[in-house]
């Protein structure tokens, strides 16, 4: 149980394309998903906290207009990297709970390796 | 402010040879304190929950524990297929979001 999608898993593409990036729960719902960005050898910097039927909550320093968050259901929540320059190339991963208790893991997708050319 | 560190950056184990990694947290309330394995390219894959000092969890060759400071995996006669990334994340009661280490990249040779 407990499983996330994230698709798609690699994305190489031109300076000024839009790109989304989709996760789902496949076996539960999830209320809240949290998108992180994860540099080489780095850890994984949390970058928005996604909530069914509101505005997702941006951590300091990320540009809401950039990262474009949408959680339309209890099990689908995107992120469209707006306008994609190199310097937005990274390795993406979405995340949800099956509970918002303190509790409960976050259950991870695969993620997703963009690439701006 | 949260803080996690983990160590060592590195580690390199021959099969059979046991170790542990360490997690140093300084945090505002622990809720929770994760581990998670991740291989290259892949999403962090959960291993475990710990809530309290003293609380230990196990799972075939791996075993967490918990102080208030810090928390261990340690690693039985590891196996070639152990090698990966071991990330310890911590959640406060302020928030639901994980704070991450940066981690502790095995590798264990036949």
């Known amino acids: 149980g407990a499983v996330v999608s994230q698709h798609p898993s690699r994305v190489i593409c031109k300076s000024g394309t839009s790109v989304k990036i989709e996760c789902r729960s496949l076996d539960f719902q999830a209320t809240t998903m949290f998108w992180y960005r994860q540099f080489p050898k780095q850890s994984l910097m949390l970058m928005a906290t996604?909530?069914?039927?509101?505005?997702?909550?941006?951590e300091q320093g990320v540009e809401k207009d950039k990262f474009l968050i949408n959680h339309a259901s209890l099990t689908l929540s995107t992120l469209t990297v707006t306008s994609a320059h190199p310097e937005d190339s990274s390795f993406y991963i979405c995340s949800a709970s099956q509970g918002n208790e303190g509790n409960q893991p976050q259950h991870f997708g695969d993620g997703t390796r963009l690439s701006i050319l | 402010e949260d803080q996690v560190t983990q160590s060592p950056e590195a580690l390199r184990l021959q099969e059979g040879e046991s170790s542990s990694l360490n997690c140093s947290y300084t945090v505002s309330g622990l809720r929770g304190l994760f581990w998670y394995r991740q291989d290259p390219g892949k999403g962090p894959e959960f291993l475990f929950t710990?809530?309290?000092a003293g609380e230990e969890k196990e799972k075939e060759r791996l075993k967490a524990t918990l102080t208030k400071k810090e928390s261990f995996l340690h690693i039985t006669a590891p196996k070639p297929e152990d090698s990966a990334t071991y990330l310890c994340a911590v959640r406060v009661y302020s928030g639901y979001a994980l704070n991450f280490g940066k981690g502790t990249s095995l590798l264990v040779t036949p």
């Open positions: 710990l809530y309290s």
């Open positions: 996604s909530n069914e039927g509101s505005k997702a909550t941006y």
